[in-house]
């Protein structure tokens, strides 16, 4: 038997970006980042009102369409919950479709609220796998909802009918470690993107890749010197650069300066990790170019506040 949510009660989610891949770990490596979307949800007596502040005010939908109810509803089902209403509210600072893990983020606000409102029943393990299935890869969500870093994987099973499994375990940041995300003022579509990327690539790449990713996970948590080394890739990088020439242009740039700068998930964003600041000048140089520079720490998990009605 369902549980009737009560008019009135109230829940409040803030809830991290993230950067995926981290340069060689496609679909698999993601870092929470300090810049965050908040949702405040209120059960009431009937009908859905949806208000978006902030990124994408101006795009988003305020209908049952929005990711953010799609995630509640979701999460309501597989907590065994019933709303006879919603009004949900979203102040984004996340750039929307700009590698900095947006979707994932509202995937894990509405299914973090919808845990929220019935009473906290899904574990940690539940809110990765409902949330990441929006998106068919879990490195962003995983890491809105653990913090830190994550590493992630997807079990596909093996009769082809049922659905992927989502896993993701964290791994402590080193402290010293910061994020600077330099944004295009442009969109980019994640399957656009993918659209690129080569049916097979060579086993001398996939043998770069493999070992970058155990440098980069190394990297993160003790030896961050290594960063550098740790982000390079051959598996989807060098394709995507005739699609985001711009992002090309400024990853080569500052690695030619010594950065650990890579393709921010699907882009545009350029991120660049780093245990000390950018220089000036070359920030001064991408802001000159039309360039957004946010600097960033490493975040924690989402966050959920409920008040009782």
Known sequence: MSIELIPGTKVTVTVPGSSANL??????????LGI???????????????????EGADDLPKDSSHLVVKAIRTGLHAANAVAP???????????????????????????????????????VEEIVQLSSAFEGHP?????????????????????????????AVGIPVHADIRATALVPNFHASTNAVRRVLPEQVTHQDARFNVSRVAVMT??????????????????????????LPVTAEWVNRLRNRGYAAYLSGAGPTVMVLSTGPVDDNILDQARADGLRVIDLDVAGPVTVEVSQA
Not at 95 to 120: D, E, F, H, I, T
Not at 146 to 158: H, K, N, Q, R, Y
């Open 218 to 243: 190394v990297a993160l948590q003790t030896h961050p010197e290594l960063l550098q080394e740790g982000t390079r890739d051959r598996l989807h990088q060098p394709y995507r650069s005739d699609v």
């Open 85 to 123: 209403g919603l009004k949900v509210t979203c102040t984004n600072t996340i750039p929307q479709s700009r590698g900095l893990g947006s979707s994932a983020a509202a995937a894990v606000a509405g299914v973090s609220a919808a845990n929220g409102l019935a009473g906290a029943p899904l574990g």
């Open 36 to 54: 965050y979307d908040t949702v405040e949800v209120e059960i009431t007596e009937s009908g859905l009102e949806v208000e978006v502040f902030g």
């Open 23 to 32: 340069g060689p770990g496609f679909d698999t490596l993601g870092l929470a």
């Open 139 to 167: 490195d962003n969500a995983a890491a809105s909802v653990l913090g830190d870093a994550v590493v992630s994987w997807t079990e596909i099973p093996v009769d082809g009918h049922s659905q992927p499994t989502y896993k």
